[in-house]
């Protein structure tokens, strides 16, 4: 005999049955293999948890994956498909995650000063204590307030600022 191949051979997948190509004589015909049918493979697992969407990245659902078809699955026993936007959950604008809230740093006559504030880990915004974007925390430096002096006696030197002085004549 002269062997030759009945069919083409087709590997199973997770998805689709395969089948052999088989053998046969391309001379008389004689089948020495037939063709068999290959049956299909079980998925290729792995499980991802859930992760919540932040304020700066999108999140997803739990899921199974198959690294064999491709696939993704809402379920272990893989008999629920979905496409993989389905998986995932949008950028969530108001899921930030608050550090610990920072006091105040009063101002002074020549130093600004900061204004209560907490932080987000996430998009390094600055947010007040009721959760209000703040999109600047300084507070400005108050300056010198002057008042009026009078003096009712003529002294020879009056010193009216630390290390500042002048002549009263």
């Not at 990245?57 to 994956?65: K, L």
């Not at 009026?148 to 009216?160: D, F, H, N, R, V």
């Amino acid at each position: 005999h002269t062997v030759a191949a009945i069919g083409e051979e087709k590997a199973a997948t997770c998805t689709e049955d395969g089948v052999t190509a088989g053998e046969k004589c391309s001379v008389c015909g004689y089948v020495i293999e037939p063709q068999q049918t290959v049956s299909k493979l079980q998925h290729k697992l792995s499980y991802t948890e859930e992760k919540a969407a932040t304020c700066t990245a999108a999140g997803n659902i739990a899921y199974w994956y198959c690294e064999r078809c491709e696939g993704y699955f809402t379920d272990e026993a893989a008999t629920h498909k979905v496409e993989q936007a389905e998986i995932v959950t949008e950028i969530d604008p108001s899921a930030h995650k608050f550090g610990e809230m920072q006091a105040e740093v009063a101002a002074t006559c020549t130093t600004a000063g900061t204004k209560a504030h907490k932080d987000c880990e996430y998009c390094k915004k600055h947010f007040d204590a009721e959760g209000k974007e703040i999109a600047d925390l300084t507070i400005d430096a108050l300056g010198h307030s002057y008042t009026e002096i009078t003096i009712s006696a003529q002294p020879e030197k009056l010193t009216y600022f630390v290390g500042e002085d002048f002549d009263a004549t």
